[in-house]
């Protein structure tokens, strides 16, 4: 059933993404983007990993995308004449998406039992401490504590200050998009 659901998911966030692409519309394609967000959320849940389907929606899904909204419709982007003829175009993004799916399709030959025997096979993926000097702190420190408290300790103390330096940053940057907005207007 999960692997049914997995596969309705990932069509709908393939479907969404060509969608957003071909729309001439802005704020339709950021509508689309939205759409290929939220099945990319879903496919995070089915993994267990809910923390990031629920960041996926918060932060891409929410936050990011209702800016790209509010900027589209801030700047007032109308229908224009593209120089991009459309036949050409289509053409040449499906040779690269063909290109792009060829490694996928390879991918069908790796069973999961072949890839588990691969990767335990690897000192290097098999151990977190050899990818990360704490490795192994880090994961005993989710185990105890959960995934989230995990991130949410040094998040919340040790990288406080880069934190809101960041958020400030962006408030600015969304105060002078409004302020060289309206100079315009």
């Known amino acids: 059933m ?5 596969y309705i998911l990932g069509a709908a966030a393939v479907i969404s993404g060509i969608a957003c692409i071909l729309q001439r519309n ?8 939205v759409a290929a967000m939220f099945a990319l959320a879903g496919i995070y849940v089915l993994l267990n ?5 629920a960041i996926q929606v918060l932060v891409y899904a929410g ?7 509010f900027v589209i419709m801030l700047l007032n982007l109308g229908r224009e004449t593209s120089d991009i003829r459309r ?3 289509l053409m040449a993004g499906a040779a690269i998406a063909a290109g792009l799916a060829a490694p996928l399709l390879a991918l069908r030959l790796y069973s999961p039992a072949r890839l588990a025997s691969e990767v335990s ?3 290097v993926f098999g151990d977190p401490g050899a990818v990360l000097s704490q490795g192994a702190a880090a994961q005993g420190l989710a185990e ?6 995990a991130i949410a300790g040094p998040l919340f103390q040790t990288y406080l200050v880069p934190f ?12 002078g998009a409004v302020v060289l907005a309206k100079r315009r207007l």
């Open 26 to 33: 802005p704020v339709s394609a950021a509508l689309w983007l």
């Open 121 to 123: 096979g690897s000192p």
């Open 63 to 69: 936050a990011i995308m209702v800016l790209f909204l």
């Open 144 to 149: 105890s504590q959960g995934v989230v408290g």
């Open 49 to 53: 990993a809910q923390f990031i389907g």
């Open 164 to 175: 809101e330096v960041t958020s400030v940053l962006l408030l600015v940057a969304a105060v």
């Open 87 to 89: 036949w050409p175009a």
């Open 2 to 6: 999960t692997e049914i659901v997995f």
